[in-house]
Nanobody
């Protein structure tokens, strides 16, 4: 059974930092492309960052220079380091694992940026 479990969300002040983690089980983690998506209330889910099996990365323009995605294949875990957080980063953050036609999602973790 495939499971993706996100953690690390919470309430943080503007300008602060959080590190999200997504622990995967039931898949050959190292061959999967791993994504972080987010969905704010009333908005569509959007891609925030991606890391491929070969460690290539892409970022949404809105988070470039502030967020960093990384992976630890030994721990079957992908991370999202979020710095200089803004109120507009408030959303539920989801991780996704993809390999050809196989796609799996986590349950999400809430990130709230507010003073």
């Amino acid at each position: 059974q495939v499971k993706l479990v996100e953690s690390g969300g919470g309430l943080v002040q503007p300008g602060g930092s959080l590190r999200l983690s997504c622990a995967a089980s039931g898949i050959s983690f190292s061959i999967y492309t791993m994504d972080w998506f987010r969905q704010a209330p009333g908005k569509q889910r959007e891609l925030v960052a991606r890391i491929t099996a070969g460690d290539s990365t892409i970022y949404a323009d809105s988070v470039k220079g502030r967020f960093t995605i990384s992976r630890d294949n030994a721990k079957n875990t992908v991370y999202l380091q979020m710095n200089s957080l803004k109120s507009e980063d408030t959303a539920v953050y989801y991780c996704k694992a993809s390999y050809w036609s196989s796609n799996y999602w986590g349950q999400g973790t809430q990130v709230t940026v507010s003073s």
